[in-house]
């Protein structure tokens, strides 16, 4: 039996205890820019589990505080608070505090704090105190099944029945709770004391049923046998999964529900939710699909607005449509909380370009978090996971419902437009739906649904029952071409050469010719004339004058067409789904390995067997088109993955805006070169490393105004971002003109952890590249957006997994630039096979610059290592062999060398031969071999065999 060391168990918990808290910190900063339950759950857990394991090997201090941290987050995930910077802030003080705990108990001291203030802080705000609510409404509930389980799984009986009856009025609800364990828990060194300590603690009330009857007498007793294997029934507010959650492996736990009386357990109405039951699942994709391509221009048009002193009426007249759209798609679907809400956002932006309302940073604050909101209501829906009603929605819906159909009417020309581009798209979809031999009903009522909108935006009320009627009609299966007729003539009229008012009422039969000759022969206005005789009323005036607008717009657009006569050509787009580029990409790697086996095959057929000449030439010629056309679908793929940097860009200005605002900076963005391609996968891989580094250029690099000033430096500091192609490789560059990274201060802060030695010579590179290390930070204050040590090393790494390197070029006072270089595709790559010692390698194409022959005379001793004379340079020189730790050669006779082009410089690498150039399917490392940073992937050649790809980079390092 072996020996059971407790200190090794405690050893290991404080390492997963480390990499909890570097998680954690991810989650934190996740919530502070966009709260979801996922991650305040995941950030719970990680707190919960370091409390329980805590305790259970005897770090009393750290279970204690980490309690106060948890009871904090319990009352965010109950959304009985809502995230707000001071309880961000809070929450990351007491990460900082447990990360000192932890490794003051990683080198057997004891971390002494006074923990009385920032326990202070947390039941302040837990009792409301001195805290204020933030209409901040990411905030997504349980489903039912988390809030609570109402399946009953065990009638409860005798004593445990009148346990139960004498705690009911603390919950309706009991766990029993079992343990599967055995005796081989125990012998390997597994304490399930520690699990029923951490569930007391949770519990509000803890019963422990046990058959006492199997434990023998003290002589006979084996300290490591298992002999109780007790029910433990508790009254709790953890639910069953975090219940399992507690012990090390979730699966030996079973829990059953007991059940006193029906409950609805949660005093939540169900009118608190948004409704989006009987929704198409596949419907909610695409207005999400939709929702996201409007996503961009509008966090790109608030930033805009909010630059400029004086109010653009175009681009508020631009935001408005585009809400406009997502009005009519909502409505389109049936998602009325949606449709609603865009509603009410058009009401605010016409009230702001009817002068009613200032575009200040209320509006741009409150137009940006309903587009969150929205965005986290359709995750929920398709994810079939219930949301509250955001305060945002509620505040607006209060703001608006004395006026909600009063003040959204449009009078000016922006109605008249966003009318006309509305029903040219409408029109389109109804053309495109109706053409061919059979109706495309989906797409027709969607057409129809949104010019509907658009006529109701007008006041329409004709339009809008014609339309109506098409609509019964369709649903019914009857014959809607005279409804599809009457439609078409409606939109005509309007966009015919304009006509007087008088002229439109006559022709729609509102009032007569002679009462229009009569109405003419007083000077006045035709409408006031007519609604003084009791002809007509106003409504009808202002809508012949609207319609006069439309005619007015329509014509003269159509006359400017006239003049230009240009011929557009129209970008036909469809979109596909990523994972079917995967499989397609993925398929394409599998043909290039069948069309290396064939090439093999056939060169096996001429060496091998005596076949005509004639016949070897057919051959060849066929694995000639087969690469040919493999080449040509490889290029194809390639291209259809290749998306512009915009994408991953187009977020960043709302970024900058936020933590520049939240910080009192200024700050411009600057970015160039977003139409810079890189292949779609990489690109989102990209997304997080680019927050990191954004992030900590505004919080770290940019100065405050002040600072600036005093530093003769303009007060606004200035992020640029670019991208630009060279060869096979995107660089990504991110400068600031702030203060710097101070290297004397990096490199004292290295001596003090310990990551380096006094006695270490370092290259201020060298210094610099610190920061990579992990959970290394020169912040004197830690914030809420960086300066936690969390970050840097993770993009590195990201980074590196892609292919690609991190380079920093920073100087004190003057600013920073971090380039990095990523491939612009993964997966499929062009090759040089090579041999050595026997065995067969590949180096990428995109890194040799040329291959040479050599005499062992040519090449010099230099007391370094060896080189040569190249290019009026000289060349340093590798052997293959001694990189990989085999037996060195002699250099003797002809010496084939590759030379290399590497982020340190050029190199020559010595090798036995080089072979031919191949395509070849680049696959993932494994894992045996993850260690050696200098393989690049593995990759199958036509004979079958599996040949390392060399990553240059990593060779000479």
């Known amino acids: 039996m072996s020996e059971f060391n407790m200190e090794e168990y405690a050893k290991a918990f ?106 202070d802080k947390i039941n302040k705000i837990i009792n409301n105190e001195n805290s204020t609510k933030v209409n901040n409404s990411n905030t997504q509930i349980k489903n039912k099944e988390t809030v609570i389980d109402l399946t009953i799984d065990e009638v409860a009986d005798g004593d445990i029945k009148e346990w139960l009856l004498s705690n009911k009025s603390l919950s309706d609800i009991c766990y029993k709770v079992i343990l599967n364990i055995d005796n081989d828990f125990l012998e390997n060194g597994y304490d399930p004391l520690a699990f029923l300590y951490n569930l007391k603690n949770e519990s509000k009330e803890f019963y422990v049923k046990t058959d006492i009857s199997k434990i023998p007498e003290l002589r006979e007793l084996e300290p490591l046998n298992l002999y109780v294997n007790p029910e433990i029934y508790v009254f709790t507010d953890l639910n069953k999964n975090e219940i399992k959650e507690l012990f090390f492996d979730p699966n030996f736990v079973d829990i059953k529900t007991i059940l006193l009386k029906s409950s609805t357990a949660t005093k939540i109405k169900k009118d608190d939710y948004v409704d989006y039951e009987g929704l198409d699942n596949d419907s909610l994709k695409e207005l999400l699909d939709s929702f996201e391509d409007y996503l961009s221009s509008i966090e790109h048009i608030i930033v805009e607005l909010e630059k400029e002193k004086i109010l653009d ?28 809400y865009a509603h009410m956002i058009e009401n605010v932006l016409d009230k702001v370009r009817n002068e009613e309302l200032t575009f200040d ?23 079939n996971t219930q949301v509250l009603i955001p305060a945002n929605y509620k505040y607006l819906e209060r703001l608006f419902n004395a006026i909600e159909e009063g003040d959204s009417k449009p009078t000016n020309v922006e109605g008249v437009d966003i009318f006309l581009q509305q029903t040219e798209q409408m029109m389109e979809i109804i053309e495109i739906a109706t053409e061919g031999e059979h109706i495309d009903k989906k797409m027709l009522l969607r057409g129809v649904n949104g010019l509907k909108n658009a006529a109701k935006f007008m006041k329409f009320d004709d339009l809008v029952k014609i339309i109506e009627n098409l609509e019964n009609n369709l ?96 970008s036909k787009t469809m979109k596909i789904d990523q994972t079917k580029i995967d499989k397609f990409t993925n398929t394409i790697g599998e043909m290039i390995v069948a069309k290396n086996s064939y090439e093999y095959l056939v060169n096996r057929l001429a060496t091998n067997y005596n076949l005509p000449t004639s016949v070897i030439k057919e051959f060849k010629d066929n694995v000639y088109l087969i690469s040919r056309i493999a080449q040509d679908l490889q ?78 430096k303009p007060e606004e500091g200035t992020l640029v971002l670019k991208a630009f192609q060279e060869g096979s490789f995107v660089y990504i560059e991110i400068s600031d003109d702030g203060r710097g990274i101070d290297k004397d201060k990096v490199y004292n802060k290295a001596l003090e952890k310990g990551t380096i030695s006094p006695d270490d010579e370092l290259t201020d590179d060298q210094i610099i590249n610190l920061i990579f290390h992990p ?17 840097m090393d993770v993009v590195k790494t990201s980074i590196e997994s892609l292919g690609g390197n991190i380079d920093i070029k920073t100087k004190k006072d003057e600013g920073t630039r971090i380039i990095l270089k990523i491939p612009m595709t993964i997966g499929v790559s062009t090759a040089l096979l090579i041999e050595n ?25 230099l007391h370094y290592g060896y080189g040569i004379y190249y290019r009026n340079h000289v060349l340093p020189i590798y052997s293959l062999s001694e990189i990989l730790g085999e037996e060195k050669k002699e250099f003797d006779g002809e010496i084939s060398i590759i030379v290399l082009k590497t982020d340190s410089g050029q190199f020559g690498l010595v090798v036995d031969n080089y072979n031919n150039i191949i395509d070849i399917a680049v696959k993932p490392t494994p894992k045996y071999l993850s260690n050696l940073s200098y393989i690049g992937g593995i990759t199958i050649l036509g004979s079958g065999k599996a040949v390392i790809l060399l990553n240059p980079n990593k060779l000479f390092v």
Do not use: W
């Not at 205890?17 to 995941?42: F, G, M, R, Y």
């Not at 002679?514 to 007509?536: C, H, R, S, T, W």
């Not at 026997?838 to 090449?859: H, M, N, R, S, W």
């Open 635 to 712: 290029s194809d793929i390639m291209s259809l993955r290749m998306v512009p940097v915009k994408q991953i860009f187009q977020k960043f200005p709302r970024v900058v805006r936020d933590i520049s605002r939240k910080h009192g900076k200024k700050i411009e963005l600057l970015i160039v070169g977003e139409e810079t391609e890189i292949d779609k996968k990489i690109a989102d891989m990209l997304n997080d490393p680019l927050i990191h580094i954004v992030r900590n250029a505004c919080d770290h690099g940019i100065e405050t105004p002040e600072e600036r000033v005093a530093k003769n």
């Open 313 to 340: 009426k175009q681009k508020v007249n631009e935001l408005f449509r585009i809400f406009h759209n997502i009005k009519g798609d909502a409505g389109y679907v049936g998602f009325k909380f949606i449709e609603r």
């Open 14 to 119: 404080l390492e997963e205890a480390t990499e909890l808290l570097e998680q954690a910190n991810e989650d934190v900063l996740k919530i502070e820019s966009s709260p979801d339950d996922e991650t305040l759950n995941s950030l719970f857990r990680a707190i919960h589990t370091i409390k329980g394991s805590a305790g259970g090997f005897g770090f009393d201090e750290i279970s204690e505080f980490s309690h106060h941290i948890e009871t904090l987050l319990d009352k965010l995930r109950a959304h009985e608070l809502d995230v707000s910077p001071d309880i961000i802030d809070i929450i990351l003080e007491g990460l900082d505090i447990i990360t000192e705990m932890v490794n003051a108990a990683r080198s057997g001291n004891k971390y002494e704090f006074d923990s009385n203030e920032i326990i």
């Open 837 to 861: 010692n026997g065995e067969q390698y590949a180096i990428p194409i995109e890194d040799i610059i040329e291959t040479l022959k050599v005499t062992a005379e040519d090449i010099k001793n």
């Open 361 to 383: 940073e209320k509006a741009s604050d409150l137009i940006l978090r309903a587009i969150d909101e929205i965005k986290l209501v359709l995750n929920s829906a398709i994810e």
């Open 775 to 791: 959970g290394f930070s020169t912040a004197d204050k830690v914030t809420d957006v960086s300066g936690r040590g969390v970050g």
């Open 475 to 570: 649903n019914e299966g009857k014959n809607i071409e005279e409804d599809l007729e009457a439609i078409k003539n409606y939109i005509d009229k309007l966009s015919s050469p304009p006509k007087k008012i008088g002229e439109i009422l006559v022709d729609e039969g509102i009032i007569k010719e002679e009462d229009l000759k009569d109405a003419l022969q007083e000077q006045k206005p035709l409408g006031e004339i007519l609604i003084e005789k009791g002809k007509v009323d106003k409504d009808a005036v202002e809508l012949a004058l609207k319609k006069q607008k439309i005619m007015e717009k329509s014509y003269s657009k159509k006359v400017e067409e006239n003049i230009v006569n240009q011929k557009h050509f129209e």
